[in-house]
């Protein structure tokens, strides 16, 4: 039953020495007693499972080790996260409380002002009032000014219109008539010039020679009159 204590797995001896000490340590393997060789085996069964618990023991602390230092990584984490939500926070709270001062320091300012304005504004809505009536009554001087004037030119050009309407039913109607000959002396020649000398007149008229116009070329100049020469024993006798 014990003979699985003495398998062995070793290489088989290549030269004379190592198959010569092969030899006998089989020998004195086979002189030793089987309690000795399992007690052997036993004392290196309990040495290599010591080795194996230590190793074991190793992992698990090693585990162990890196568990720990994973948890103490979270803490950190979580209390720096934490921290940095209390910064956070905290900064927003002391932004919150710069703005509210800010925004009560505009508020006591627009307070002030508004108390300010208030008293002023009667005065100042008085004033814009005035300015205003003022303003209004100029426009609606102007506005009736300037409708008087177009009713007027309104007038003035339909008085026209009428007049120039009623010259041309006149001119018209003149016309017609003259045209038909129902207007009298519409159609008869012009009175003969008079002669100022009638044969029955116990005064004499004089007329005037009227002045015979000066001869002139083709641009308008006119032509001096030529002297004419006197002739020499041309001179009548009496």
């Known amino acids: 039953d ?13 030269t004379l020495m190592q198959r010569y000490e092969e030899f006998w ?15 052997e085996k036993v004392a290196e069964m309990d040495e ?3 080795q194996l618990d230590k190793e074991d023991f190793r992992r ?25 939500v209390k910064d956070v926070d905290q900064a927003r709270k002391e932004k919150d409380i710069a703005k509210r001062t800010r925004d009560s320091a505009a508020q006591n300012l627009r307070m002030n002002l508004f108390e300010q304005w208030g008293v002023e504004s009667a005065e100042r809505k008085r004033k814009e009032k005035e300015a205003f009536d003022k303003a209004e009554e100029k426009r609606r ?14 007038a003035e050009d339909d008085a026209e219109a009428d007049r120039l309407a009623g010259l041309k039913l006149t001119q018209d109607t003149l016309t017609m008539m003259q045209q038909y000959g129902t207007l009298m002396a519409s159609n008869s020649q012009e009175p003969e010039e008079k002669d100022p000398q009638r044969p029955t007149d116990s005064k004499v008229v004089l007329i005037e020679r009227p002045k ?14 030529k002297k004419r020469k006197k002739k020499k024993g041309s001179r009548r006798q009496f």
């Open 212 to 225: 015979t116009p000066e001869p002139v070329d083709a641009d308008g100049n006119v032509i001096p009159k």
């Open 60 to 84: 698990k602390e090693k585990r162990r080790r890196k568990a720990k230092l994973r948890k103490e990584i979270l803490r950190k984490r979580h209390e720096d996260f934490m921290q940095h």
């Open 25 to 39: 340590r089989k020998k004195k393997e086979g002189r030793r007693h089987p309690a000795m060789a399992y007690k």
């Open 2 to 14: 014990d003979e699985w204590y003495y398998d062995s797995d070793d290489a088989e001896p290549e």
């Open 141 to 154: 001087k102007k506005e009736a000014r300037d409708a008087k004037k177009a009713a007027k030119q309104k």
């Open 48 to 50: 290599r499972n010591k």
